[in-house]
Nanobody, 110 residues
Framework: QVRLVESGGGLVQAGGSLRLSCAAS???????MAWYRQTPGKPRELVAL???????NYADSVKGRFTISRDNAKNTVYLQMNSLKPEDTAVYYC?????WGQGTQVTVSS
C-alpha cells in the first residue's frame, strides 16, 4: 500500500494562491490520483482527479481556479489553487488506490 504525505497548506487571504503537494512512497504512474477536502461535520468531497493518462476532472466549485497535475518521475501530485475563497477552507487529502494521506489544512481568510 502506497504511503501519501501532503504538504503546502496554510493560511492565505481571499484571492490568494497555494500549491499543495502529495508525495507518494512508490510509483504512481499507473494510478488515478485525487484530492479531496473535508470541513467539520461534512463528508469528504472530491475536489479534483487526474488519471494515469492525464485526464482531469474537477468539482464544479473549483473549475477554472484549481489545477491538478502529476509528476510521475517524482511520484508527486500537485494541486494549484488560485483565486481562493473562504469557502475553500478545509483539510485537503490526497488519495490513491485505497490510501489516504494525513491531510493538510487550508484556511482562507476574508
Amino acid at each position: 500500500q502506497v504511503r501519501l504525505v501532503e504538504s503546502g497548506g496554510g493560511l492565505v487571504q481571499a484571492g490568494g494562491s497555494l500549491r499543495l503537494s502529495c508525495a507518494a512512497s512508490g510509483s504512481i504512474s499507473s494510478f488515478t490520483m485525487a484530492w479531496y477536502r473535508q470541513t467539520p461535520g461534512k463528508p469528504r468531497e472530491l475536489v479534483a482527479l487526474v488519471r494515469s493518462g492525464g485526464y482531469t476532472n474537477y468539482a464544479d466549485s473549483v473549475k477554472g481556479r484549481f489545477t491538478i497535475s502529476r509528476d510521475n518521475a517524482k511520484n508527486t501530485v500537485y494541486l494549484q489553487m488560485n483565486s481562493l475563497k473562504p469557502e475553500d477552507t478545509a483539510v485537503y487529502y490526497c488519495f490513491t488506490s485505497a490510501s489516504w494521506g494525513q491531510g493538510t489544512q487550508v484556511t482562507v481568510s476574508s
